[in-house]
C-alpha cells in the first residue's frame, strides 16, 4: 500500500542484511522506513517469497517497487549513479551473504557507525598550527644567518638574479612575497608573524584566513630560502597547510559547528598514500643494494644527517636485528599505505603501523617536524568517534546532537556553500592530477605530457609534490670540519651546534628545531665545494666574521675576530663501538681524508672560486 515515504524490506533472518540495514538507517535518517520482510511480506503480494529472499524491495510512496542494487542506490539518495552492470555483484553478494558477513564482521565490525571527521578535521588544524609555530620558530633564530643580508645566501640578491633572467615571470618561478620587501626585518617579521598567526588558529581565531596566510608565508620562505629550505618535509608542510585551508570545521561557544567538506579528508589520505608508498617504491626503484638485501639500517643510525645518542644504541644491535629492522620499514612503506583506502578496522590498523613507523623515526634520528607532520595526517585515517573521548561529556553530547541533526535530514555534505564545493572540486581534480602525474613519472623516469606540463607550472607553488626519503642508503659518512687561522699554521675547528665534531660530545637531539646549516653541510660532505657554491659563500663569511653566521656555530674559536684563512677538513667519521667507548669515552672515531676546501683567505676568492694561499 502506498506511503508517504519509500519502505526498504529486507530479509530479518539475514545477518548481513542487518548490519548494513542498520547502517542505511543512520545514514538516511527518517526519510526511509525499514522493515523485514517477515513481518510487512504479506502486505505486498506483488512480491514473492522467492524475491524478498534474494534481494531487498523498495516501495516507492507511489507504490512502483525496485529491487537489488537499484533499491540500494535509490535508498541511499545516488540513483543518479547507478548502471545496470551494479545488479551482477549485487546477485554475487546477495548468493553469498554468510561468506560477506564474516567479511564485513572482520573488516567494519557488527556495528557501522558513518564516518564524521568534523572533529576529526578540527583536531588537525590544532596539530598543523603547532607545527607552523615550530616551523617559524625554528628559522626565526638562523633566517638572518642563513638568508639575510649578511647571511649566507642574501635573499635579495637571489632575487636580483631572478629579475634578471626571468623578467614578469619572476613572480611565478619564485612566488614570494619578499620581491616587495627581502631586508632582514621583512625576514625575521615572516617568522614572527608566523608564529602569531599559528597561535590564533591555535585557539580557533581566523582559522581559514589564517591558514591562508601561514601558507602564503611559509611558501614564501621556501621559495625564497634556495638550498636552506630545499627539504621535503618543507614541501610537505606547504601541501598539507594547502589543503588545510579548505577545512571547514569550528567551535563555536559550546557547540561544534560542521561545514565538512569530506573530499577533503580524502585528499589528506591521498597525500599520506604519496609520501609513504613513493618513500618505499624509491628505495627500489634505485636499485640501491643495501635496501635489497636488508642492510640498510646497518649503516643508517650512524651516516643519517644528525643521529642522536639513541642512533649510537641501536648501530650496536646485531646484524639479523638490522635486517630486521629494515624489513619491517619496507614492508610498513610499500604495503600498509594501501589500507589508507581499505575498510575502518583495516585502516586504523594501517594507521597504527604507520603512527610507530614515524614514533620510532622520531626517537632514532633529528628529522626536525617531518615525523610530527606525518603523524599528525595520520589523523585522517580515523574518525570523531575515535577522539569523542577528548572532549568534555557537554561536548560530546553537542558533538552527537550535531550530527544526528544532519542525518535527520538526510545531510550527508554538511552546510558546505555551493561556492565552496566548486572551488574544492576544481582543487581536487588539480591535486589528483599533478599528483598522478608525479607518481607516474616516479616510476617511469620519464616525463609524460601533456600532464607534465601542468607539473612543471605547478611546481614553484609546492601544491603537490614528490616524495621518496632516503632513496640510496649511504655506507660511509664524510664529514667536514671548518677550521680558522691567523697566521695559517695554527688551525682551530668551528663547533657546530649539532653536527658531530668533538669525538668525546654525544650525539644530539635536535628535533622538531632543524639546524639547517648543519643539515647542509651534511649533504656537502656528499660532493665537494664547486658543487655547492653557498658552501663557499659560507666559507667567505666566516673570514669577514659575519656576526649573523658566527650566531649559526656553537662556537666561535677566535671570539668574534674574523680570521685571515679558513679550510675545511675532510674526514670519515663512524660510531664507535661499546667497547671503544668505554676504554675513550668517545662516540665517534675518524680518519683524516685530506682537505675539503684548502686553505683559503679574503684575497684568494676569486670569480673561479677559491684558491691555495
Known amino acids: 500500500m502506498p506511503s508517504s515515504k519509500p519502505l526498504l524490506i529486507y530479509d530479518g533472518r539475514c545477518g548481513f542484511c542487518k548490519i548494513w540495514l542498520d547502517y542505511w538507517r543512520k545514514l538516511t535518517g527518517d526519510g526511509v522506513e525499514y522493515a523485514p520482510s517477515q513481518d510487512v511480506g504479506e502486505l505486498y503480494p506483488q512480491i514473492s517469497k522467492k524475491e524478498f529472499s534474494e534481494a531487498v524491495q523498495l516501495v516507492r510512496p507511489d507504490g512502483s ?4 542494487a537499484l533499491a540500494v ?42 564516518a564524521r571527521f568534523a572533529l576529526t578535521q578540527w583536531i588537525f588544524v590544532r596539530m598543523l598550527a603547532v607545527i607552523y609555530a615550530i616551523a617559524f620558530g625554528s628559522l626565526t633564530v638562523q633566517v638572518k644567518g642563513l638568508l639575510g643580508a649578511h647571511g649566507i645566501l642574501p635573499v635579495a640578491d637571489y632575487l636580483m638574479v631572478v629579475a634578471e633572467n626571468t623578467g614578469a615571470m619572476r613572480f611565478v ?18 617568522c614572527y608573524a608566523g608564529i602569531a598567526i599559528a597561535a590564533l588558529v591555535l585557539v580557533g581565531i581566523f582559522e581559514r584566513a589564517g591558514l591562508a596566510i601561514l601558507f602564503v608565508l611559509y611558501l614564501s620562505l621556501s621559495a625564497a630560502g634556495q638550498e636552506f629550505l630545499s627539504f621535503q618535509w618543507d614541501a610537505l608542510l606547504i601541501e598539507a597547510g594547502f589543503l588545510a585551508i579548505f577545512i571547514t570545521v569550528s567551535f563555536r561557544g559550546n557547540s561544534l559547528q560542521i561545514g565538512n567538506v569530506r573530499v577533503v579528508v580524502w585528499l ?67 604495503g600498509v599505505p594501501f589500507l589508507i583506502f581499505a575498510p575502518r578496522r583495516m ?59 544532519g542525518r535527520k535530514h538526510g545531510d550527508r555534505t554538511g552546510a558546505v ?120 659563500n659560507f666559507a667567505v663569511k666566516l673570514l669577514e666574521g659575519s656576526p649573523e653566521v658566527r650566531g649559526l656555530l656553537e662556537a666561535d674559536p677566535f671570539q668574534g675576530r674574523a680570521p685571515q684563512y679558513v679550510r675545511g677538513a675532510l ?22 681524508k685530506g682537505m675539503y676546501l684548502p686553505a683559503v683567505g679574503l684575497r684568494a676568492v676569486s670569480s673561479n672560486g677559491p684558491q691555495n694561499q
Open 65 to 68: 517497487i525496485a529491487s537489488g
Open 571 to 592: 674526514y670519515d667519521y663512524s660510531f664507535t663501538d661499546a667497547e671503544e667507548r668505554r676504554r675513550t669515552g668517545n662516540w665517534w672515531k675518524r680518519e683524516a
Open 173 to 190: 618561478y619564485v612566488p614570494t612575497i619578499f620581491w616587495m620587501n627581502a631586508s632582514d626585518a621583512a625576514l625575521q617579521g615572516v
Open 268 to 334: 589528506f589520505r591521498w597525500l599520506l598514500f604519496r609520501l609513504m608508498f613513493l618513500s618505499g617504491a624509491v628505495k627500489l626503484l634505485s636499485h640501491d643494494k643495501t635496501w635489497r638485501n636488508l642492510s640498510a639500517l646497518s649503516y643508517h643510525y650512524w651516516t643519517q644527517p644528525l643521529p642522536n645518542r639513541i642512533s649510537w644504541y641501536l648501530a650496536q644491535m646485531p646484524d639479523w636485528f638490522q635486517k630486521m629492522s629494515t624489513a619491517f620499514v619496507l614492508g610498513v612503506e610499500l
Open 417 to 536: 556553500p555551493m561556492f565552496s564545493r566548486l572551488v574544492v572540486a576544481a582543487v581536487t581534480a588539480l591535486v589528483l592530477t599533478i599528483g598522478l602525474a608525479r607518481m607516474i613519472e616516479t616510476f617511469s623516469q620519464e616525463p609524460v605530457e601533456p600532464l607534465h606540463s601542468i607539473v612543471k607550472y605547478t611546481a614553484p607553488f609546492e601544491i603537490v609534490n614528490s616524495y621518496g626519503l632516503f632513496a640510496v642508503m649511504t655506507t660511509m659518512r664524510p664529514e667536514i670540519v671548518m677550521e680558522g687561522s691567523m697566521d695559517g699554521e695554527t688551525w682551530r675547528p668551528y663547533t657546530f651546534p649539532y653536527k658531530p665534531g668533538d669525538l668525546a660530545r654525544a650525539p644530539r637531539w635536535a628535533a622538531p628545531h632543524q639546524p639547517r646549516l648543519d643539515w647542509q653541510m651534511w649533504f656537502a660532505a656528499l660532493g665537494n665545494y664547486r658543487e655547492n657554491p653557498w658552501f663557499v
Open 347 to 405: 585502516r586504523i590498523f594501517g594507521a597504527k603501523c604507520l603512527l610507530i613507523l614515524q614514533v620510532l623515526i622520531f626517537l632514532t634520528g633529528n628529522y626536525t617536524f617531518f615525523n610530527l607532520l606525518a603523524m599528525a595526517m595520520c589523523v585522517f585515517l580515523f574518525d570523531d568517534r575515535d577522539f569523542e573521548w577528548w572532549l568534555k561529556p557537554p561536548l560530546q553530547a553537542k558533538a552527537r546532537a550535531t550530527q544526528k541533526a
Open 73 to 114: 542506490f535509490e535508498t541511499l539518495g545516488h540513483e543518479k549513479l547507478y548502471l545496470p552492470l551494479f545488479e551482477w555483484p549485487y546477485r554475487i553478494i546477495a548468493g553469498h551473504r554468510d561468506l560477506f558477513y564474516h567479511l564485513t564482521k572482520w573488516t567494519f565490525g557488527t556495528e557501522i557507525e558513518p
